[in-house]
């Protein structure tokens, strides 16, 4: 695995804090994945603003690591304001167990859908499995979890960021799965602001590649996939068409979250930040 895309630890100068009354501890965020990447940073970038998070993930040690990382950050108060919570998105009851222990910590007011996963395989060979599970967590629990929270959401005027991606606007080959749930968790956003009617927005973000895990996992498979070497699928591949040569990192897009639910994007509802470095709306 090339270094340069070994995945970041966040610190807190990497974090962004934004001045706005309702972050403060009384008030919770949801924050699905957060045992690593994405997720992680999103859980201590909104702990770190004020807000109370309910981590939750079906990686126990990984979310343990997050609070872990939280305590090394900004101590003990930081730690505390993060509740780990183990869950298996592909289970409705469990899901409605993330709701509930939402509400047993504060005030619902921000739920982030951040949990995925990817699996490489053309399109006439792609194992059901591999599509269920991807379609299950990835499109299904976030509709799932945003209806168990709705009453709660809606009555606290709160906002739900979906993680998207440059997947969401075009797609690439051998990622079926993944392309078509993108596409439907920007549908899904799109829903939540047509019916939250002003009382509960809704964002979705695409990026690019991010220096994360489910990203350095997959270097090898695409490689073999196509017939390259890792070190090309990051440069002609991953980063072939961005103008900015660089994988953002986790920190970056959790802080993205953060300015999502902020009183600074109070227009943003149903839109979709796009931070892809030029990949998809430019061309040579």
């Not at 079906?58 to 950050?73: P, Y």
């Not at 509709?143 to 929270?149: C, D, F, K, P, Q």
């Not at 973000?205 to 270097?219: M, R």
């Amino acid at each position: 695995m090339s270094p340069e895309v070994s995945p970041p630890e966040l610190t807190r100068e990497d974090v962004h804090t934004i001045d706005d009354e309702r972050f403060a501890r009384d008030r919770v965020a949801v924050v699905t994945g957060a045992a690593s990447g994405i997720g992680r940073a999103t859980a201590l970038a909104a702990a770190v603003n004020g807000l109370s998070v309910l981590a939750t993930d079906v990686d126990e040690d990984g979310l343990a690591e997050t609070v872990e990382r939280g305590e090394e950050i900004g101590g003990t108060d930081l730690a505390d304001a993060i509740e780990p919570f183990v869950a298996d998105l592909q289970d409705e009851a469990e899901i409605q167990g993330i709701a509930d222990a939402a509400r047993e910590q504060g005030e619902v007011t921000f739920l982030a859908n951040v949990a995925g996963l990817q699996h490489v395989a053309p399109i006439g060979e792609f194992p059901t499995p591999a599509y269920d599970r991807i379609q299950d967590v990835m499109l299904r629990a976030p509709i799932l979890l945003t209806r168990e929270l709705w009453d709660d959401l809606e009555a606290n005027a709160g906002c739900v960021g979906n993680m998207a991606s440059v997947h969401g606007h075009y797609v690439t080959s051998d990622k079926v799965a993944y392309n078509v749930v993108k596409f439907g968790i920007r549908g899904l956003t799109q829903s939540i602001a047509a019916e939250g009617d002003g009382d509960l927005r809704s964002f979705s973000v695409s990026t690019g590649y991010v220096e994360t895990p489910l990203v350095t996992n997959q270097l090898a498979d695409t490689a073999q996939q196509r017939g390259i070497s890792v070190d090309e699928v990051v440069e002609d591949v991953m980063l072939g068409q961005a103008r900015t040569k660089e994988m953002m990192t986790p920190g970056e897009v959790g802080n993205l979250f953060v300015l999502g639910f902020s009183h600074l994007a109070r227009h943003l509802n149903g839109g979709d930040l796009l931070f892809d470095g030029g990949m998809t709306l430019t061309y040579e």
